[in-house]
């Protein structure tokens, strides 16, 4: 009997070890723009689009999903946009909980959660202890992300435990570093996919894509679907991985 696809890609998620893809979700203002449409419509599109995705993820088995969705420079953009998408990931997290919920999808937020404000805190804790005991799949959220805010926080953190006596220098290796990092119980993605063409990390997840295959598609995130996922898991497939062997 030949194989479905989604058959067909489960089998190469699993023979791969395909436990964990992360995502630039990039392309929502041109989406939007391209449609002569305002850039909330296209932020707002955006999440339909996550909503889809997690839902492929977890019938292609795939056990880790982390999504960079307002980075340590996005606070640069018009203060309009910005309230805005403070307001939308504030309204995603309480309409989506009760699917993650039945669904037993775990969430996290990555990122310096300090300088949000207090009511966007208490709605990311909120949604974090509702999911808290969920493993199925874990959705991490990188929101006030920056990869080289992370890194620095981590060695302010490793330099404070030096200080305290907790750590000699020589105590310092690799597994130290992951250690302190947002992502310190996460495997690193295996697969990197960039929606909306443009072939650069932007600050996200810089340690942990040291040995991920890229993917870029032109696809605006707000057109990205289950098909384009498959795609993209089809061409991670054809990838020999060396790790620089």
């Not at 391209?34 to 995705?53: D, M, N, Q, Y």
């Not at 993605?189 to 295959?213: C, D, F, H, M």
């Amino acid at each position: 009997m030949l194989q479905t696809k989604d058959e067909n890609i489960r089998e190469i998620v699993k023979q791969n070890n395909l436990e964990h893809i992360a995502i630039i979700m990039d392309g929502n203002r041109r989406w939007a723009k391209s449609k002569f449409l305002p850039s909330a419509a296209g932020h707002k599109k955006g999440v339909e689009s996550l909503r889809t995705v997690l839902k492929a993820c977890s019938e292609f088995n795939v056990k880790y999903l982390t999504v960079y969705a307002f980075s340590t420079e996005n606070w640069k953009r018009q203060k309009e946009e910005v309230d805005f998408l403070m307001s939308l990931l504030a309204k995603t997290i309480i309409d989506e909980v009760p699917e993650f919920k039945k669904n037993d999808i775990r969430l996290r937020f990555i990122g310096d959660k300090k300088n949000l404000a207090d009511d966007i805190k208490k709605i990311i804790k909120f949604g974090e202890e509702e999911t808290k005991n969920n493993k199925t799949l874990n959705l991490q959220i990188a929101f006030n992300y920056g990869a080289r805010q992370e890194l620095t926080n981590a060695v302010k953190t490793i330099s404070q435990k030096i200080k305290n006596g907790e750590l000699s220098l020589d105590d310092i290796t690799e597994n130290i570093v992951e250690q302190n990092l947002y992502t310190a119980d996460i495997p690193d993605p295996a697969l990197l996919i960039r929606t909306g063409g443009e072939k650069r990390i932007s600050n996200y997840l810089l340690w942990q894509v040291a040995y991920t295959e890229i993917y870029v598609t032109n696809t605006f995130w707000p057109e990205f679907d289950k098909d384009s996922l498959a795609e993209a898991i089809l061409e991670f497939n054809n990838r020999q991985r060396r790790f620089g062997k």
